[in-house]
């Protein structure tokens, strides 16, 4: 199936819907893909209208168990020297593809990608060589402009607030996201910093096409550590 097809199909069937990033840190008990494939069925179940997974073995367990959820994969991946780690290389996207995801998510922004692929041409070669949609994290205006001119099939905030550039700025980035909702043709997603219903209802009014909430539903480590800190903390 082509990412033409693909795109007519999948990306109408996340208009104004909820897309819950089920991760975990490495050292946590909850990174199993058979925990990770329960926390994407739960979220489904109770109407998500996608699920985004990172790493291979985590994207094809949610696959074995939820076969017709709309899974953005992705591969974090830490290499010395670049700060680039949401899915940096081609064979990464690859291995993301083949376990089952539908869109693969990569850094789109301006920073030296390890190996020196450029960004235009991953997202052709996940297109050409894969078949699959390509969805693009940017932490700016400018990132957001160059991926959508290489093709992007969605865009979203996702790096905001993570860059150098953008280090002194806290996610969500709404004005970024009515920035690229009013300069883009292809749809925003609004995915960073959600911490409520209210804030996820405020992003889709400012136009996003679909919010992505991970911490806030999924991350009980950091959530936990977040109320530990405050109940201990001094007045």
Request: hydrophobic share 45%; proline share 6%.
């Amino acid at each position: 199936m082509g990412s033409d097809r693909i795109s007519q199909e999948l990306i109408p069937a996340l208009h104004h819907g909820l897309i819950v990033s089920c991760q975990a840190p490495a050292d946590s008990p909850l990174h199993d893909p058979l925990v990770i494939a329960a926390m994407a069925k739960a979220a489904l179940n109770q109407g998500a209208v996608g699920v985004r997974i990172d790493t291979p073995s985590h994207v094809q367990a949610v696959r074995s168990q939820c076969p017709a959820a709309a899974i953005v994969g992705l591969w974090k991946q830490q290499f010395p020297g670049s700060f680039v780690y949401i899915t940096p290389q081609f064979h990464h996207a690859e291995a993301i593809a083949t376990a089952g995801a539908d869109i693969i998510a990569i850094d789109a922004t301006s920073r030296e990608r390890p190996g020196g692929e450029t960004v235009d041409r991953l997202i052709g070669r996940i297109h050409d060589e894969l078949g699959k949609l390509v969805m693009a994290d940017v932490d700016g205006m400018a990132s957001a402009i160059t991926a959508a001119q290489a093709g992007a099939d969605l865009v979203g905030t996702t790096l905001y607030g993570y860059t150098d550039e953008t280090k002194h700025l806290s996610p969500p980035g709404f004005d970024l996201l009515t920035q690229l909702v009013e300069s883009l043709e292809v749809p925003v997603i609004c995915e960073g910093g959600i911490a409520s219903p209210q804030m996820a209802q405020q992003a889709l009014k400012l136009g996003a096409y679909a919010v992505v909430v991970g911490t806030a539903i999924t991350g009980i480590d950091l959530q936990v550590k977040a109320y530990q800190q405050a109940i201990f903390s001094k007045p």
